[in-house]
């Protein structure tokens, strides 16, 4: 049984909402396994987005579709009877996190999403909730099963040679790239106008009366939760910066906080409800705004930072550490660059961001840019200065040069061996049932000729 271990993750982007409009027609139900149910509907989604990225894919790749399909509801339903738990703001911060990049993709404008998808922000997160906790239970389970999968280097060696020498992998040529990233100070008489400002808002709530949650819409600087009235959700502590959950953990439930100071800007906070270490906030932020002669300084620092580290009187460590921002992922990397397509640090030339691209076009290994300029999801403007580490000529896999990527794929492997394993043990006392629409599919009749009838 082939392909049964890959846990399709749940469908967030915005060419595939179009098919929740069909569910009503479309919908049926086409598997049981244990005590979840499999729609069509899932099945067409799941078929539609791998199809956009393989057109020649056929039609009967459902039948693998289904596969993955019935593995992740098994993994819930066994997820589920050894009581695994998922917890309400685990589900809201990857539901956030998803709602960003769908911010991101329609440019950080939520009327252009809820005319797209015909919902608000809160309907989309609602309806896909379920979702999202089924995913996580399935991942949770799925580790617990394979948490002890180890390999070895002779069993990544014997992985290696076990590959027939015309089906290696051919690898494009990567980089492996550094950052400091450096963010414009703000000029003192901005940062007085943002204080004022905001000042002027927390007394239209105090002593006048006006709801936080609606000037929140129409006022505040932070895009993510100003579309919902500045609400933040539950979050657990550690979740904010020191001085903001100092303060929202002091306040008493509905109670406006005084004005806080936060590398973001300046915030209004208010508490809807605590439990225990959980609470539930909104906020308004105004950020101080960032001037022509600001984004000049701060190119004049940090081509300044530069020369230090040419001149070899800084390390690129120390000039990160020194001057770069702590809120970037790569600060806490020594300025390594994580690829999140791959979760490494090697990047394919063309999923490279553009700027990054010309920045270290010409550079050799060790190789440091000029300040580059680029803008934040949030739309603000920083500098950085781009180290090229490596770079790798396209060839095809060797043990040596790709170890740590051949050691991955042998491991994915072992990890697939058992959750097959499992499933298979599994489904020996699972109840199981697929619809006659899929009953000519040679893999799931294998899985049912393993299923408890």
Known sequence: MKNITR???????????????DKAVIDRVVATVGGEIILLSEVQEQFSYIKK????LPDDYR?????????????????????????DEEVETQLNARIDRLMLYFNQDPKAIEEFYGQSIDQIKEQTRTDMRNQLLAERMQGEITQHATITPSEVSRFYKNIPVDSLPYFNAEVEIREIVYKPQV???????????????????VDGGEDLASLASKYSDDPGSATNGGDLGWQKRGTFVAQ???????????????????????????LIERRGNLIHTR???????????????????????????VSNNLTFSEALKKYGDKNQASFNNDGRVANPRSGNTFFEVADLDTEIFFAIDGLNPGGI????????????????????????????????????KIQQAALDQKKAEYTEKWVLEKLRSTYMSVSDMFAECPNLIEMLSHSNP
């Open 63 to 87: 039948c693998i579709v289904l596969q993955n399909l019935i593995v992740q509801k098994l993994l819930v339903n066994q997820a589920k009877l050894d009581s695994v738990d998922v917890k």
């Open 7 to 21: 846990i399709i993750p749940l469908l967030f982007l915005p060419f595939l909402l179009a098919a929740q409009n």
């Open 369 to 404: 840019s000029k300040p580059t300029e680029f803008r934040t999801q949030d739309g603000a403007t920083n500098f950085r200065l781009v180290q090229l580490v490596s770079r790798s000529k396209p060839h095809k896999a060797d043990l040596r040069q790709d170890y740590g």
């Open 187 to 205: 000029n003192e008489a901005e940062r007085e106008k943002a204080r004022k400002a905001i000042e002027e808002l927390r007394t239209r709530i």
């Open 53 to 56: 990225e393989q057109p020649a």
């Open 244 to 270: 903001f959950e100092a303060m929202a953990y002091k306040l008493e439930k509905n109670q406006v906080s005084p004005v806080v100071e936060t590398e973001f800007g300046f915030h209004i906070i208010q």
């Open 283 to 309: 906020h308004i932020l105004l950020k101080p705004a960032i001037t022509d002669a600001d984004l000049a300084t701060a190119k004049t620092k940090l081509d300044t930072v530069r020369n230090l580290i």
